[in-house]
């Protein structure tokens, strides 16, 4: 059984910067691709980025471009999201996702997901 677990949410000021993590446990880490997802109240979840499991390709929602950066460690079998410059926009539930294939930009085309972690940002 495949498990995710994401820490490192929480409370900011904007323009503040916080770093989640996502652990995956069961299976092994670097055969999956790995993407971030996030979902604020009354809305659609939302690509925020992406990264191929070689880490050689990488992708970014338009509203995070150039402010949050994804990174993983299959050594540790972690996937990050450092997220600077932060504004009251980003307050969500974020989610880390992983999948075998497709189109890393879709929700849907993941097969397993961790139970979010909320980032608050103040204004």
């Known amino acids: 059984q495949v498990q995710l677990v994401e820490s490192g949410g929480g409370l900011v000021q904007t323009g503040g910067s916080l770093r989640l993590s996502c652990v995956i446990s069961?299976?092994?880490?670097?055969?999956?691709?790995m993407g971030w997802f996030r979902q604020a109240p009354g809305k659609e979840r939302e690509f925020v980025s992406a990264m191929s499991w070689k880490g050689g390709n990488i992708y970014y929602g338009d509203s995070v471009k150039g402010r949050f950066t994804i990174s993983r460690n299959n050594a540790v079998n972690t996937v990050y999201l450092q997220m600077t410059n932060l504004k009251p926009a980003d307050t969500a539930v974020y989610y880390c996702?992983?999948?075998?294939?497709?189109?890393?930009?879709?929700?849907?085309?993941?097969?397993?997901w961790g139970q979010g972690v909320q980032v608050t940002v103040r204004s």
């Open positions: 069961g299976r092994t880490f670097g055969n999956y691709h």
């Open positions: 996702a992983a999948a075998e294939m497709g189109d890393l930009t879709l929700a849907s085309e993941y097969d397993y």
